[in-house]
């Protein structure tokens, strides 16, 4: 399983970004897929999960209202939209997968992870 993120940059606090993670390498449609960042210093935190479907999704508390998570299958691609920026959301964002075929346990399960992608908010 190949993950590989894009569209983080620098953005003034306010702002908006969205995150591409195009994958390959098996069925994209039958996995869960979802997002976590590491900011400096700091251990990788869970941000947001998407059922294989899109059915069904899952926020950490902190982006709750700002952050969607959405994907197209006929694109092999999950997209984090990200409104409202704060310089506490600057961390590298990193999109994972799990290892399992219809398997939703948010936010753990995820064995395949991509090379991360930057995003700074500048106060």
């Known amino acids: 399983v190949q993950l590989q993120a894009s569209g983080g940059g620098l953005v003034q606090a306010g702002g908006s970004l969205k995150l591409s993670c195009a994958a390959s390498?098996?069925?994209?449609?039958?996995?869960?897929m979802g997002w976590f960042r590491q900011a400096p210093g700091k251990e990788r935190e869970f941000v947001a999960a998407i059922s294989w479907s899109g059915g069904s999704t899952f926020y950490a508390d902190s982006v709750k209202g700002r952050f969607t998570i959405s994907r197209d299958n006929a694109k092999n691609t999950v997209y984090l939209q990200m409104n409202g920026l704060k310089p506490e959301d600057t961390a590298v964002y990193y999109c994972?997968?799990?290892?399992?075929?219809?398997?939703?346990?948010?936010?753990?399960?995820?064995?395949?992870w991509g090379q991360g992608t930057l995003v700074t908010v500048s106060s």
């Open positions: 994972a997968a799990p290892a399992y075929e219809r398997s939703w346990y948010p936010p753990y399960g995820y064995e395949y």
């Open positions: 390498g098996r069925t994209f449609s039958g996995y869960a």
